[in-house]
């Protein structure tokens, strides 16, 4: 499915699916903006291939949600996991949850790899990225598709700051539990109300 939104002065086509229904193409392009955004950008540790940074959460059933111009390239990218199947935060960072047991139920969901960053400079550069009319408009239509769903709560492991930016952007967000310093930077599991931020 696809959903073309007007940000400034140019066309920004979303299109989400998953591996079944997205092309081959998308979903190689998907995989390369994740590896220039994480790998190459934020200096993350993740195994990755050939340029491509996939995991063992890329699976058949997981939901993309990828932003791109009119000229086709990439300017944002998420995925959606239901957490009634393995998923990052609770195979990965459970301590996040301070002792809590991960969610595990098919209307909670894991937003993951959320990134929208315009490498070539036209609409957003990436230090600013979560205040960028892509940012705002990816992330509404993740919220959209969550909700067509059924999805009444989203789970994802956060840095610490972005609790303060979702809700600026109007976003009905906090804390499953106090942040934890992983790998020398600083992360929280963070709740985001499908519904009430959706209606905001």
């Known amino acids: 499915m696809a959903a073309r939104l007007s940000l400034l002065e140019a066309e920004l086509e979303i299109v989400e699916g998953t ?23 934020l200096g993350w540790d993740l195994a990755t291939k050939a340029g491509m940074e996939l995991d063992q959460f890329d699976r058949a059933d997981t939901i993309y949600v990828a932003a791109r111009g009119e000229d086709g390239r990439l300017a944002g990218a998420a995925r959606l996991l239901p957490t009634n199947r393995p998923y990052l935060l609770a195979e990965v960072f459970p301590e996040l949850m301070g002792g809590a047991q991960p969610p595990h139920s098919a209307d909670v969901w894991e937003l993951s790899r959320f990134a929208a960053v315009d490498f070539d400079g036209a609409r957003v550069h990436p230090l600013r990225q979560f205040s960028s009319p892509v940012t705002v408009g990816l992330l509404r239509e993740v919220l959209r598709v969550a909700a067509s ?39 929280f599991a963070c709740w985001i109300e499908v519904q009430g931020s959706l209606s905001s």
Request: net charge positive.
């Open 19 to 41: 591996s079944q229904s997205l092309s081959p193409e998308l979903l190689e392009g998907i995989a390369r903006f994740r590896h220039k955004v994480f790998i190459e950008t």
């Open 149 to 187: 769903h059924g999805v009444s709560r989203l789970i994802t492991v956060s840095p610490l700051g972005v609790e303060r930016l979702l809700r600026r952007l109007g976003v009905a967000a906090h804390r499953a539990a106090p942040p934890l310093v992983v790998d020398g930077q600083a992360l």
